[in-house]
């Protein structure tokens, strides 16, 4: 499944403005009230952009967010900004983009503009990544304490609001929710709060059936014209979240992902590579591995295998 498969995407230029270009993600305006956001294969580590594209990545992305945003408005009336992620309705919608079609097929969801709400809502349900780190050393997440005696990835219970400033460029940076309320609000800051927490919930009940741990994920949320908050971007996949296979979790210890693991342990592994530009060239089975374990993270979400998958229409997601 390397870079030559027949899945790889032929390079086209897709015949709309830019509106805002991610190490992953392209964001193109579609008039003045809609998006098309296209997750691309391209592949980060380390806040580097690697050589090699990784296939069939944005189409894992993009459908678990389909996938998931359907799920939350049938089942918790959620809003979230998704028109369509459907190929054809996509090109009924917009007939200019029908040309570039095999740039973004299934790795695009057109979508509502928003004014993004500039806080990163993460919800932590187990003491990993940044926030081990700093309890480690001082006992307190965001500055705010923590029980002692806790050991790497161990439960939070109750899970914890642990918000972060988005961050354009570099790392995002670890706030207390005061600092929300001084940013946003005492109201949004509090239905923030709340909506995340109540989405990952959902999510992580959800995804004891596929024997995956939701470890912790960060949701984005945005205005729209009435005011209102709604959920936009990616939702719950490999990229926005720590997937840990229950199989294998232990405490006291790091865990294996199901996400670009193989990729953060071959490059970890390096004795002349710095973790700055230019990265290394990806060997051939680091890349298969790399999307043998997205297809693994969508079949163990969702239940199904992507091959099988068609995302609803957007009568059944608005």
Not at 3 to 28: C, E, M, Q, S, W
Not at 91 to 102: C, F, G, K, M, T
Request: glycine residues 8%; proline residues 8%; aromatic residues 8%.
């Amino acid at each position: 499944m390397s870079g030559d498969n027949a899945h790889t995407r032929r390079p086209h230029t897709i015949d709309l403005p830019l509106f805002r270009r991610g190490k992953v993600r392209d964001v193109y305006a579609v008039g003045p009230d809609r998006l098309l956001m296209v997750a691309s294969d391209r592949v980060s580590a380390f806040d580097v952009v690697l050589p090699q594209p990784i296939p069939r990545k944005g189409e894992v992305l993009t459908q678990i967010t389909v996938w998931w945003l359907d799920r939350l408005h049938r089942e918790l009336g959620l809003r979230h900004h998704l028109i369509t992620a459907h190929d054809d309705e996509i090109v009924a919608a917009h007939p200019e983009l029908a040309a570039s079609r095999d740039a973004w097929s299934r790795c695009a969801m057109l979508v509502l503009r928003t004014e993004p709400v500039l806080v990163e809502c993460v919800v932590r349900g187990y003491l990993s990544g940044s926030a081990w780190r700093e309890y480690r050393d001082s006992g307190t997440l965001a500055g705010e304490p923590l029980p002692s005696g806790l050991r790497e990835s161990d439960p939070l219970d109750p899970p914890i609001f642990s918000p972060a400033t988005k961050a354009q460029e570099g790392h995002d940076e670890n706030i207390t929710f005061d600092h929300v309320v001084s940013l946003l609000g005492e109201d949004l800051a509090g239905e923030l709060r709340r909506r995340a927490l109540e989405i990952y919930a959902f999510g992580r009940d959800a995804l004891r059936l596929g024997g995956i741990i939701l470890a912790d994920t960060k949701f984005e949320f945005g205005l729209d014209e009435a005011g209102r908050v709604v959920l936009i971007d990616e939702v719950m996949t490999p990229d926005s979240s720590r997937f840990w296979p229950e199989e294998s979790w232990e405490p006291g210890r790091g865990q294996p992902s199901l996400d670009k693991q193989p990729i953060r342990d071959w490059l970890d592994a390096l004795d002349d590579w710095d973790k700055q530009p230019p990265p290394p060239n990806l060997p051939g089975d680091v890349v298969d591995a790399a999307t043998a374990r997205y297809l693994e993270a969508f079949r163990r979400v969702t239940g199904v295998d992507l091959d099988d998958w068609s995302p609803p229409t957007s009568g059944a997601t608005s």
